[in-house]
């Protein structure tokens, strides 16, 4: 491929029913491109988590995605709270979810672990009451 392939979408801060459209897209195209299931699947989870993430922390976002000949980055950013410790949020279970969104069944803390843990790389760039910018990478 000689050149980059990029997809930008806006994620609704305000409709859970929306959250996870921009990676369910992606999944698709990415099979349209004949890549491999298990890059499929890391992109998509990662993607899914942190759609979800915008959605019940910050109002919402952006997420754009960059298809490279050796990787697949995807920048998620928001404008929302900011995370005061990155450290203690990317601990299994922590959470800082309202009891109406858990009552929905999200909120359990395993979004920016399972972030992590389905991408080759990841940096958090937070900054309390401004937003929060999360660059992730899937090497091919």
């Given at each position: 491929m000689s050149e980059n392939i990029r997809?930008?979408?806006?994620?609704?801060?305000?409709?859970?029913?929306?959250a996870g459209e921009a990676s369910v897209a992606v999944k698709k195209k990415l099979r349209q491109l004949g890549y491999p299931p298990d890059v499929i699947r890391k992109v998509s989870?990662?993607?899914y988590e942190?759609?979800?993430?915008?959605?019940?922390?910050?109002?919402?976002?952006?997420?754009?995605?960059?298809?490279?000949?050796?990787e697949i980055v995807i920048v998620l950013a928001d404008h929302g709270p900011g995370?005061?410790?990155?450290?203690?949020?990317?601990?299994?279970?922590?959470?800082t979810a309202r009891d109406n969104i858990r009552a929905l069944g999200f909120g359990a803390g395993m979004g920016l672990p399972n972030m992590k843990k389905?991408?080759?790389d990841m940096v958090i760039d937070t900054e309390v009451g401004v937003g929060t910018t999360i660059t992730m990478k899937v090497n091919l």
């Open positions: 997809f930008h979408f806006d994620v609704d801060g305000e409709n859970f029913t929306s989870i990662a993607m942190g759609e979800i993430n915008m959605v019940i922390h910050a109002d919402g976002g952006t997420a754009d995605v960059e298809v490279r000949d050796d995370i005061p410790n990155v450290e203690l949020a990317m601990q299994e279970g922590y959470s389905y991408t080759d």
